[in-house]
C-alpha cells in the first residue's frame, strides 16, 4: 500500500538521519523520483534535493504534473 504524505516524510526524514537516503535514491528511476519528492516540504524536501545530483533533479522534476 502507498504511504500517506505523514508516513512518507517520517520515512524520508529516518533515512536522512541514519544516513542511508543517498543510497535509496540512487536506486529510484526518475519517475519514482518524482512521485517521492512530489509530497515532501520544508527541510525534508531540501535535504533530499541536496542529496541528488543536477541529472536526478532534472529528471525527477520532468515527470512531476501540475497540480
Known amino acids: 500500500a502507498a504511504l500517506n504524505t505523514t508516513q512518507l516524510t517520517g520515512a524520508v526524514d529516518s533515512l536522512l538521519a541514519v544516513g542511508d537516503l543517498d543510497a535509496f ?5 526518475a519517475g519514482q523520483t ?3 519528492l512530489a ?3 520544508g ?3 531540501s535535504s533530499t534535493l ?3 545530483t543536477t541529472s536526478q533533479i532534472t529528471g525527477a522534476l520532468g ?3 501540475p497540480g
Open 25 to 29: 535514491l540512487d536506486t529510484l528511476t
Open 34 to 36: 518524482g512521485d517521492l
Open 39 to 41: 509530497p515532501l516540504t
Open 43 to 45: 527541510s525534508t524536501l
Open 50 to 52: 541536496g542529496l541528488l
Open 63 to 65: 515527470t512531476l504534473t
